[in-house]
């Protein structure tokens, strides 16, 4: 039977979600766009799930778009959903947490991938890169947008411009990634650190997310409309049941059972 070319793996509250087509280092074509595009949503959806880790089978993360497939002429965007773009993920988006475990290359579209989940866990031996100029393309898979607000702009042109690949140090020397950790750790930390985000109550989690994403949509952080946001995205929370059970729980000394309303 032929594999899947994405796995889901439930872990408590966490979807292990792992881009399996180890032979093509996880390059991204038409199945893996509609494959992970679900996965996400799948994620979006269940309310038992509150976190998602995002991995590659083999030696690589992703090298990006499967550049043998477009030489073909064939298409690698999910046709029934082509506002989620490139691998179906950098323009879906969710308010449940990503983490990225990168555990080998991630170049071209697997940087762009990775760039488009809220954490990053690398392994020592992970590189990033921007090759496109190299080929006569261009990263238009949310790359050159995500880079400059993630590291500063001038690293973040040298990234671009040059298509030179970076190693894990050099990335967690600009700020780009969290944690770095050995190659046969990374999914287990990136595994806990999703833990440790479930464990915290869910609408708090996905309303925090909301606000620090929406706020880029607003010129000034002294600006009147994201105070306004800002409340509207956090009265729900506020009236919540589980604000109740939090300081409840914490009173009466034992661990909170939130229920996400």
Same mark, same amino acid.
């Given at each position: 039977?032929?594999?899947?070319? +994405?796995?889901?793996?439930?872990?408590?509250?966490?979807?292990?979600?792992?881009?399996?087509?180890?032979?093509?280092?996880?390059?991204?074509?038409?199945? /893996?766009? +509609? !494959?992970?595009?679900?996965?996400?949503?799948?994620?979006?959806?269940?309310?038992?799930?509150?976190?998602?880790?995002?991995?590659?089978?083999?030696?690589?993360?992703?090298?990006? !778009?499967?550049?043998? !497939?477009?030489?073909?002429?064939?298409?690698?965007?999910?046709?029934?959903?082509?506002?989620?773009?490139?691998?179906?993920?950098?323009?879906?988006?969710?308010? @449940?947490?990503?983490?990225?475990?990168?555990?080998?290359?991630?170049?071209?579209?697997?940087?762009?991938?990775?760039?488009?989940?809220?954490?990053?866990?690398?392994?020592?031996?992970?590189?990033?890169? /921007?090759?496109?100029?190299?080929?006569?393309?261009?990263?238009? %898979?949310?790359?050159?947008? $995500?880079?400059?607000?993630?590291?500063?702009? @001038?690293?973040?042109?040298?990234?671009?411009?040059?298509?030179?690949?970076?190693?894990?140090?050099?990335? !967690?020397?600009?700020?780009?990634?969290?944690? +770095?950790?050995?190659?046969?750790?990374?999914?287990?930390?990136?595994?806990?650190?999703?833990?440790?985000?479930?464990?915290?109550?869910?609408?708090? +989690?996905?309303?925090?997310?909301?606000?620090?994403?929406?706020?880029?949509?607003?010129?000034?952080?002294?600006?009147?409309?994201?105070?306004?946001?800002?409340?509207?995205?956090?009265?729900?929370?506020?009236?919540? @049941?589980?604000?109740?059970?939090?300081? $409840? %729980?914490?009173?009466? @000394?034992?661990?909170?059972?939130?229920?996400?309303?």
């Amino acid at each position: 039977m032929t594999e899947p070319v +994405v796995t889901v793996e439930r872990v408590g509250n966490v979807a292990l979600i792992t881009l399996n087509r180890p032979d093509s280092m996880n390059a991204v074509n038409s199945a /893996l766009t +509609v !494959a992970l595009g679900g996965a996400v949503e799948e994620l979006n959806n269940d309310n038992d799930l509150r976190v998602g880790v995002i991995t590659g089978a083999g030696r690589a993360f992703s090298a990006g !778009a499967d550049l043998k !497939a477009i030489a073909k002429g064939e298409a690698i965007f999910d046709p029934d959903h082509p506002e989620w773009g490139f691998a179906g993920l950098v323009r879906h988006f969710i308010d @449940k947490p990503l983490i990225a475990a990168v555990n080998g290359f991630a170049l071209g579209g697997g940087t762009e991938i990775a760039l488009a989940c809220d954490l990053i866990v690398v392994s020592e031996e992970a590189k990033f890169g /921007l090759p496109e100029v190299k080929r006569g393309l261009i990263a238009l %898979a949310g790359g050159l947008i $995500r880079l400059p607000s993630q590291i500063p702009l @001038k690293l973040a042109l040298e990234v671009a411009l040059t298509g030179e690949p970076i190693d894990a140090a050099t990335a !967690a020397r600009w700020g780009m990634v969290n944690r +770095v950790v050995p190659p046969d750790q990374v999914v287990q930390v990136a595994m806990e650190l999703a833990q440790t985000i479930a464990a915290n109550a869910p609408l708090s +989690v996905r309303a925090s997310k909301r606000i620090m994403y929406r706020s880029a949509e607003f010129g000034s952080e002294w600006h009147d409309d994201i105070w306004s946001m800002n409340m509207s995205e956090g009265g729900p929370v506020f009236a919540s @049941k589980d604000a109740r059970e939090g300081p $409840r %729980a914490f009173a009466e @000394k034992r661990t909170p059972e939130w229920k996400g309303e």
